[in-house]
């Protein structure tokens, strides 16, 4: 399956999974290419690794302000900041295992569970396998990123 096909299919995936947990419209705001060592303002990242005839990793990249408001919306509610900060993460995994999980439904890969990074200016080691495409998205008021190192064996 070539590139852009693969593109195609996370971003149909990324906006119904926003429609169907959030109600909210995730317009693609273009593909670009990540540049070694570029700088972001990121906050959070729920990364996926895929093994099998498509290879590589996925990493959903937001705000922390992004994920509160996602966790918000699903009306699960935090005790305490520790608590908060523990269940953003756990919403970002889920938002990622499940765009990660429907794009490549049909595709020849199995998945990993989400690991989450969190902190300002994050850096990933991305695998030297093929180049890192940033889908970006916005949502009202909000933008946020799937990243895509992905690479057909």
Do not use: Y
Request: aromatic share 4%; hydrophobic share 45%.
């Amino acid at each position: 399956m070539e590139q852009r096909l693969i593109e195609a299919a996370f971003i149909a995936s990324v906006r119904s999974t926003f429609k169907d947990m959030f109600g909210l419209e995730a317009v693609s705001s273009g593909v670009r290419v990540i540049s070694d060592g570029e700088e972001h303002d990121w906050e959070i990242t729920g990364l996926i690794g895929l093994a099998g005839q498509t290879q590589g990793v996925v990493a959903l990249r937001l705000t922390r302000e992004l994920a509160g408001e996602l966790l918000a919306g699903s009306g699960v509610e935090a005790a305490h900041d520790e608590e908060r900060r523990q269940l953003e993460g756990g919403i970002v995994g889920e938002i990622s295992n499940i765009i990660a999980g429907s794009a490549t439904a049909s595709m020849d890969a199995e998945i990993a569970p989400p690991v989450i990074i969190s902190g300002p200016r994050h850096k990933i080691g991305w695998p030297n396998i093929a180049p890192v495409a940033a889908l970006a998205f916005s949502l009202p008021g909000r933008t946020f990123e799937l990243d895509l190192c992905l690479k057909e064996r």
